[in-house]
């Protein structure tokens, strides 16, 4: 199964084609918020990487979020275009399960078969975390779904280990883990992930929908003026 995954949900602009565990190829930029301008571009470059054509690819994935609302919506929507013209699936991951997952492809020996907290910048003093767990040296797995945390001084967890992506502000929480290891949302990560799918036939592009967890975008005046009074 060859796929090509695309990750937007951050200022990471990021895009995949997975193969096997050793024969892969992406391109993964911090572009800001320009990935509307760039990604039709950084598809063609990854096909050229790997010396393929859209025909070529079998299987599409794409994050779902949380995230970046924009970007989430920007993934999502050039995803399903591309899908649905190719005719193929296309296949929701979370950007929690792509990052640990990129995580685990490519520095594995910080894991050591143990439980893991993920977790990503919510911004307004909130964090998406996720509870993963390992075993015989495969892939994170999550045992719950994704949360909306609200409490960044104390983890919800006794793990001792931690993936985080934009979460240094929130030294308390950070503090509380033995390791932590910096990951970024990924395409590599996502492609991984629908590569172990079995029935990939049943995701039609049309049902690809975004996981935003919380509907709010951003605090009010009222609200931010009343943050930093503490």
Known sequence: ????????????????????????????????????????????????????????????????????????????????????????????ISSLDGMVAHSWLTRPELFQNQPVTVALDARMNQMYTGEYLQNDGTAPYRIEPIQIQDNISTPQSNNKLLVSFQCTQYELFSSAFQSVIEGTPHALGIAYLASLLGNTESFIPEDCQPLYIRDKVAQTTLERSQSNLF
Request: with cysteine.
């Open 1 to 92: 199964m060859t796929i090509l995954a695309i990750d937007t949900t951050s200022q990471w602009c990021s895009v995949a084609i997975y193969l096997d565990q050793k024969n892969y190829f992406f391109k993964h930029e911090l572009i800001g918020n320009t990935a509307s301008q760039h990604l039709l571009d950084f598809v063609e470059d990854v096909l050229a990487q790997a010396r393929l054509k859209l025909d070529d690819i079998s299987t599409f994935a794409c994050s779902q979020g949380p995230g970046a609302f924009t970007g989430i919506r920007l993934g999502i929507g050039v995803s399903q275009g591309i899908a649905y013209a190719q005719n193929k699936p296309l296949i929701p």
